[in-house]
């Protein structure tokens, strides 16, 4: 009865949001070829953070109408349009030797071969965090602990085929905003806390208009 409930609820949304036909590709190179495939009934649905601290990082899953057309994608497609939204796979990504999971983040293109995309911060400080925390906090605390970390956001850069990302620093945006002082001391004003934020970082790269 459950399983009924959850189709129908996906199906009632593929409707409403007109999703009736999404494209996936499963490589680097399909993409770059413009080789996509369609599949009907395609929706994307955000992880509650319980399932983040849990199980795999990455904030969406797939659904569809058929439980063999989710498994696939959830294991091979690379890039997923949506409703004219694309989002990354990350099964196979990594930042810091610490790996995001089975799931899809929300993708931007930078250019034709790099894309940008935002998801919960990892990396070598996080994964240590995670691991000691139970041990420092007992079962309850760091489960607490652990859901503050996967609340702090972050943007990363995926460049063609290479499975191992960069996550945006100041650095980075530094760089990037030395040509326009005025948006460079706005930013340089920001908080250390949110500075490196996804939110942050989505939305100097919006006024920077490299964002596609």
Not at 107 to 116: A, E, H, M, Q, R
Request: glycine share 6%; net charge positive; hydrophobic share 35%.
């Amino acid at each position: 009865m459950k399983n009924l409930f959850l189709s129908i609820a996906i199906l009632f949304m593929a409707i409403s949001a007109k999703a009736s036909q999404s494209f996936y590709c499963t490589s680097f190179s399909e993409y770059i070829n413009n080789q996509w495939k369609t599949v009907d009934s395609l929706v994307m649905i955000s992880k509650t953070d319980g399932a983040k601290v849990w199980g795999s990082i990455p904030d969406y899953k797939v659904r569809t109408c058929n439980s063999k057309t989710d498994s696939y994608l959830k294991k091979n497609a690379k890039f997923i349009i949506c409703n004219d939204t694309l989002y990354l796979g990350c099964h196979s990504l990594s930042c810091e030797r610490m790996k995001f999971g089975n799931g899809f983040e929300r993708g931007y293109k930078l250019n034709d071969s790099t894309f940008v995309f935002t998801g919960v911060r990892i990396g070598e400080k996080e994964n240590s965090e995670l691991s000691s925390m139970s041990f420092a906090f007992g079962l309850i605390g760091g489960l607490a602990k652990a859901n503050q970390i996967v609340k702090k956001t972050a943007c990363y850069i995926l460049t063609g085929n290479n499975n191992k990302v960069t996550r945006i620093n100041k650095e980075y945006m530094d760089s990037l905003l030395t040509d326009h002082p005025d948006l460079l001391e706005k930013y340089d004003a920001i908080n250390k806390k949110e500075i490196e934020s996804a939110e942050t970082v989505i939305e100097y790269l919006t006024k920077l208009n490299l964002l596609h």
